[in-house]
């Protein structure tokens, strides 16, 4: 008989995970303490935006017409720990504020109420991203707290999913890893996972360090990547240079590759910029801090592109905001998301707003949630709206609508046809054929 699933927080990772497992054929309970939360997922609502995943979970959630009705949500921890077989935690874990170090704080409490539940055996599985080390003290705890004591064992799963193909990437991971004690929870994780594996994803099987390193240590690559050839980008500013055609040149090495090369403002979201601040961190408190301290410099490029994008901008008006329109293209840290959690677009804008512009964003899917987050902004519900009389335009999140968009009926909207290209994403070629000044980050101008 197939385990059964609960899924702890129903955040980005949580609500994916257990749409996910519905559709693999396992029955599955969610979990989550935010009322409202669960009475949108049991509408087959998602909390956030995700391509395909409302879809994922109107085919499975309990009560909606046509749907398997093997997944469903509560809030009641006792209902959760008496459902499971197999429970994944899939709770946040943040930046301190004021600190480079991760909370802990939702992960442990998450596993603490869950623990004090468990009458029965099972199996707990971390997904969280946390500090290396963090599973050994949990496991410790579950013990301490758990009334079916040995009978519940630990297990970590990172994710590794990314904003925009989450839904992919859960049912179609390009490698699973399991860190493991035992047999008995390796042998449950495989065969949660076996359609994938038979699939051809790869299992990789691991002690705990390594599987809580797994996550940290490929955002801080990913990261590395991305502030090197804006690194370079400031370097062609200087020289002359074109960071576009250096990047395809040094792609074509096999060992370098082309993913991760496109210059820009730089590298935002949930995840990067709090990973490799809190891979530091705990570092530290290792006393491997020199292992590490490459990653400051991989975060100060990173945010030194922001500045410069404001800088770009500043000189394209003038020398001075005061009294300009600044039209923003995006809001949301990438595009397929409406996520702006330290998002370079409105971090751009927020810094441009400050200085005296009259800054209008607009943003496919993110303006919700931009405007709770800097509500003294203005926000406009096209693209077309947002230029309309606007002194410069600012391309910072690289939607395919931005892309298509006109530059010739931009043009006629717009104060005066200066375009930024953030994201080294459009065709300048099209642009300035439509009558604009086009500049981007990293490449000489005509």
Known sequence: MAPKITVIGTGYLGATHAAAMAELGFEVLGLDVDAEKIARLSRGETPMYEPGLQELLRRHVEGIEGASG?????????????????????????????????????????????????????????????????????????AALAPAGDGVELAWNPEFLREGFAVADTLHPDRIVVGVRSAHAEKLLREVYATPVAEGSPFIVTDFPTAELVKTAANSFLATKISFINAMAEICEASGGDVVKLAEAIGHDERIGRKFLRAGIGFGGGCLPKDIRAFMARAGELGADQALTFLREIDSVNMRRRGRMVEMARDAVGDSFLGTRVAVLGAAFKPDSDDVRDSPALNVAGQIHLQGAQVTVYDPKGMDNARRVFPTLGYAPSALDAVRGADVVLHLTEWSEFRDLDPEELGAAAGRRILLDGRNALDAARWRAAGWTVRAMGRPQP
Request: charge should be positive; hydrophobic fraction near 40%.
């Open 70 to 142: 093997r997944l469903r949500f509560t809030r009641d921890w006792a209902e959760a720990a008496d459902f499971g077989d197999i429970h994944f935690v899939c709770v946040n874990t943040p930046q301190k504020q004021g600190e480079y170090a991760c909370d802990m704080s939702y992960v442990n409490a998450a596993m603490d109420s869950l623990a004090k539940e468990l009458r029965r055996p099972a199996l707990v599985v971390g997904k969280s991203t946390v500090p290396v080390g963090s599973a050994e003290r949990i496991a410790a705890r579950i």
